[in-house]
């Protein structure tokens, strides 16, 4: 039978890290779903057509080593703005997210657009200065020097496009959770949100 919980917000929030420890509590299978429009994004930085390159997704494009770059992480996000590309993407989120078992996805519009009937939707969101460190210090420690400034630039307009779009835009889905992790541990956010979701399954 399957089982779905769905994962939204900005980036930097802790919904990656927390769904993957959600998955794993319960046995889950796990999608990060910006890993399809960072691969997308990928693609169109060596001049592919953006809907072409979500039509022709492989999944070992999921696994290019250079999918968290800055250069890329803005191409995810133009790309997730055109309606053709999200289309092409819908038909394998939703047939991942309804998988025997129970599946956790991870992303901008899964509790308002990929999986509306999700058994639980939790949106996962920090403050923007917060969210800049966070992502400030991961790009640092993996090499790059941006500085503070232009990650939190980065990461405002990227919400402005997330949210702004006409294609789904990123907002909590109506019967959504909110969870604040701005002062939250890794493991008080992963606590809350394990409470959270065993509270809706034994509901």
């Given amino acids: 039978m399957g089982f779905t919980i769905a994962i939204d917000g900005p980036a930097a929030a802790g919904k990656g890290t927390v ?8 046995g889950f299978a796990h999608l990060d779903t910006g890993l399809l429009y960072r691969a997308t994004g990928r693609r169109t930085l ?3 057509d953006p809907v072409e390159a979500a039509q022709s997704l492989q999944a070992q494009d999921l696994e290019a080593d250079d999918l968290r770059g800055p250069d890329v992480t803005q191409a995810a996000s133009r ?3 055109i309606p053709e590309v999200r289309q092409a993407l819908v038909d394998f989120q939703r047939a991942f997210a309804r998988r025997a078992g129970g599946a956790v996805l991870d992303g901008r519009d899964i509790g308002t657009v990929i999986c509306p009937e999700a058994e639980v939707k939790l949106f996962v969101t920090a403050s923007d200065e917060i969210r800049a460190e966070r992502r400030w210090r991961e790009l640092r420690d993996k090499g790059f020097e941006d500085s ?3 990650v939190l ?3 405002r307009a990227r919400d402005t496009r997330d949210s702004a779009r006409a294609a789904a835009p990123m907002k909590p889905a109506d019967d959504a959770v909110t969870l604040d992790t701005s ?7 992963i606590a809350a949100a394990i409470e959270m979701i065993a509270a809706r399954r034994d509901a």
Wanted: aromatic share 8%; glycine share 8%; net charge negative.
């Fill in 19 to 26: 769904s993957r420890a959600v998955a794993a509590r319960f």
């Fill in 46 to 48: 060596d001049g592919t």
């Fill in 79 to 81: 790309v997730a703005a």
């Fill in 148 to 150: 503070y400034g232009e």
């Fill in 153 to 155: 630039n980065d990461l």
């Fill in 183 to 189: 002062r939250m541990s890794i493991d008080e956010a």
